[in-house]
């Protein structure tokens, strides 16, 4: 970072005169003064920077709090820890990689950024339903070299599962993991200047559950503007099924009969929880079915409705308008639900027993809607029974519900409310090996393409080799970073955008235009088309519950 850096490494030096670690560019910043290691390809990363306090003991089920600033350098050189996942040992072959006191982020810059550089800042939140850090680790060193050494990158980890999201409806404070996303916001403001950011110029990125998390922080404090960021997109946004506190406190309940922490009253209770072994606790905290239900959710810990952050669910808070009104774009993949069905779906039992799992408010009537709009063509064939034969219908019955319908209802609400700044795409590049596997171009797969192939870690993403140098879809990755980046730094994926590629067009409700990307990086606008606009509409008006309390009170009445 020019003359700066030369003499902050100058004092590194001094801090360690026997060059246990190479002197690299120094940063001071509130938690401490971090040294990080400038890359040979003009890149400068620091990584495992500390946004919070470690989430330890009585801070365990708590808010984050600010961390008390390191007393000496803190060598910025490896990812801190992942934070632990839902009902599982850890993947990795050790501990080292993951951990309870997990809150860190890092920071990807131009090597020659300083205070004065005020470059965009794109703060980007992984996924992984709420129930693990999904794809950790993301190098932003690859966006920063697409954007011409243009923009500074920021990437983090938060609590998930019930280390972020447990809820007794009475002591503890809700949606913790969100809140640890707005700790690393609130870091960001007050220290990413000293990297080259602009803590005025913030455009937070996440796919899935990170994207989300997105549709959450708009519309949090109904929409109050707390300047944490600026504009937002986001990557298969995911609407999972939303309980209040009230409701979730079957989660606890079952938790604490499950790890052995029933006690008399709810301060013993809580003690208990506090002292047991993160290990039990992760492996105790898996998925149970929701009152009433047969099978376990894909993802059971998640956001609530907890009337402090968040009043109203998603499609309340969207459709009234309490939310940030701010440039976004949103966007899914063809197939976003093609990678979470069972192939063991055979009959309409089997697949509405599967929803039901999913979103215990589906009533047969509105199970009955649904699976008249979303055809079974393998039945229509005769083809059945089979032990696949309405997977596919679940398939799309359940990435229209889940990611793509709401990707395009929270487009549309932005114009509807006044605001037009609002874009719109369709992922449908195909790799032969997904369409091999029968899986389409399923959810999130474009995530290699916005951080690019080589910067993606194995193995949380799995890249399409296809993505790769000198492949058939090369030109996609370069294409949509293009707009994405031209995104960050304007505001607008079109300014900055890919020579050749299409005008994207901003999304307008009566016409409902979103830009596809192909394979091989072609683009082109598209009609949403009558059909799946229909679905939506009947998602919206018919099968959504819109009453908080609703949620696991309709009658059941199952067929099995």
């Known amino acids: 970072m020019g003359a700066i850096l030369v003499l902050v490494g100058f004092v590194a030096f001094l801090w360690n005169p026997f060059g246990v670690h190479a002197a690299g560019p120094l940063v001071s910043a509130t938690t401490g003064d971090h040294v990080g290691k400038a890359l040979s390809c003009g890149v400068s990363q620091w990584l495992g920077i500390r946004y ?42 050790t501990m080292a990689n993951f951990s309870e006191d997990c ?156 790890i052995g922490c029933v006690r008399n009253s709810s301060e013993a209770t809580l003690t208990c929880l506090r002292n047991k072994p993160y290990g039990e606790i992760q492996m105790h905290g898996f998925g149970t079915p929701y009152p009433g239900q047969s099978l376990g959710p894909l993802f059971m810990w998640g956001p609530v409705i907890d009337y402090d952050m968040f009043y109203l669910p998603l ?44 979103y215990p408010y589906l009533t047969i009537r509105k199970l009955s809607l649904l699976n008249n709009a979303w055809k079974n063509t393998i039945k229509e064939q005769a083809r059945c029974p089979a032990r696949d034969c309405w997977r596919e219908q679940l398939r799309q019955v359940f990435g229209d519900m889940r990611y793509m319908c709401p990707s395009i209802y929270m487009s549309a609400t932005f114009p509807d409310h006044g605001f037009n700044k609002s874009w719109n795409y369709r992922w449908n590049v195909e790799d032969p090996d997904q369409i091999t596997a029968g899986v389409g171009v399923p959810h999130i797969t474009e995530i290699s393409a916005l951080f690019g192939p080589e910067f993606v870690p194995a193995p949380y993403i799995r890249v399409p080799k296809t993505y790769r140098q000198g492949e058939i879809n090369e030109k996609a990755v370069h294409v949509m970073q293009k707009y994405w980046i031209s995104f960050i730094r304007k505001y607008d994926p079109n300014t900055e955008r890919a020579e050749g590629s299409a005008q994207w067009e901003k999304l307008d409700k009566k016409k409902l235009r979103r830009l596809r990307f192909d394979t091989g990086g072609l683009t082109e606008m598209e009609y949403v088309g009558s059909e799946l606009a229909r679905r939506c509409a009947l998602l919206f008006n018919k099968v959504y519950p819109r009453k908080i309390g609703t949620a696991m009170t309709e009658p059941r009445g199952m067929e099995e």
């Open 315 to 358: 499609i309340e808070a969207f459709g009234q308008g309490k939310f940030l009104k701010v440039p976004v774009m949103w966007g899914d993949d063809t197939n976003g639900g093609s990678i979470f069905i069972s192939p063991f779906t055979s009959t309409v039992a089997h697949s509405n027993r599967w929803m039901r799992s999913q």
């Open 52 to 93: 919070a306090a470690p989430p330890l003991g009585e801070l365990r089920f708590q808010p984050p709090v600010d961390p008390l600033p390191a007393t000496g350098p803190h060598y910025a050189y490896e990812h801190g820890p992942i934070c632990l996942a839902t009902g599982t040992l850890p993947m990795e072959k």
């Open 103 to 258: 809150l860190f982020l890092d920071v990807y810059a131009p090597s020659n950024a300083h205070r004065q550089s005020k470059l965009p800042v794109f703060v980007y939140i992984q996924g992984g339903g709420f129930n693990s850090n999904s794809h950790p680790r993301l190098n932003g060193t690859g966006l920063v070299k697409a954007s011409d050494m243009g923009i500074v990158v920021v990437t983090f980890n938060y609590r998930v599962g019930p280390f972020g999201f447990l809820v007794d409806n009475h002591k503890l404070t809700a949606n913790n993991g969100l809140r640890d996303q707005r700790q690393a916001l609130k870091w960001v403001q007050k220290n990413i200047a000293q990297f080259g950011g602009d803590p005025g110029h913030v455009v937070l990125g996440g796919a899935s559950a990170g994207a989300s998390s997105i549709a959450w922080h708009l519309t949090a404090y109904r929409g109050y503007d707390q300047g944490l960021f600026h504009a937002a997109v986001g990557e298969s946004a995911a609407w999972g099924h939303v309980l209040t506190t009230k409701q979730a406190r079957y989660q606890f309940d079952d938790l604490v009969v499950r």
